[in-house]
């Protein structure tokens, strides 16, 4: 159940403290962009059986691999990508914690 708390808190409640904290003015739509990186989730349809529990998904779905990993970093560093490149590096942190509670 933390585990759970934890994994979906990182999802939902530090987009929200990025764009309140960073973008102010424009709160609400950094904040829709950033929940849009939960869209990579899409590549766990490629899976058998599509949902495993006890699975990590960095490096093991191909939108999770280090590669893909490596680009949304690299996001961050243009301020046009910037939010789409934040809201998936925090998706991959959620993941990686989630990981490393597995253990």
Same mark, same amino acid.
């Given at each position: 159940?933390?585990?759970?708390?934890?994994?979906?808190? @990182?999802?939902?409640?530090?987009?929200?403290?990025?764009?309140?904290?960073?973008?102010?003015?424009?709160?609400?739509?950094?904040?829709?962009?950033?929940?849009?990186?939960?869209?990579?989730?899409?590549?766990?349809?490629?899976?058998?059986?599509?949902?495993?529990?006890?699975?990590?998904?960095?490096?093991?779905?191909?939108?999770?691999?280090?590669?893909? &990993? @490596?680009?949304? &970093?690299?996001? @961050?560093?243009?301020?046009?990508?910037?939010? @789409?490149?934040?809201?998936?590096?925090?998706?991959?942190?959620?993941?990686?914690?989630?990981?490393?509670?597995?253990?």
């Amino acid at each position: 159940m933390y585990k759970d708390i934890i994994h979906y808190g @990182i999802h939902f409640i530090v987009p929200v403290i990025v764009a309140l904290l960073f973008f102010k003015k424009q709160w609400k739509y950094a904040l829709g962009i950033m929940l849009l990186g939960m869209l990579i989730d899409l590549d766990h349809l490629l899976a058998t059986p599509i949902f495993l529990p006890n699975r990590c998904s960095i490096n093991f779905h191909p939108l999770h691999s280090y590669y893909a &990993i @490596i680009v949304y &970093i690299a996001l @961050i560093i243009p301020k046009k990508t910037r939010l @789409i490149g934040l809201g998936l590096v925090i998706h991959i942190i959620a993941d990686f914690t989630d990981c490393m509670m597995m253990t």
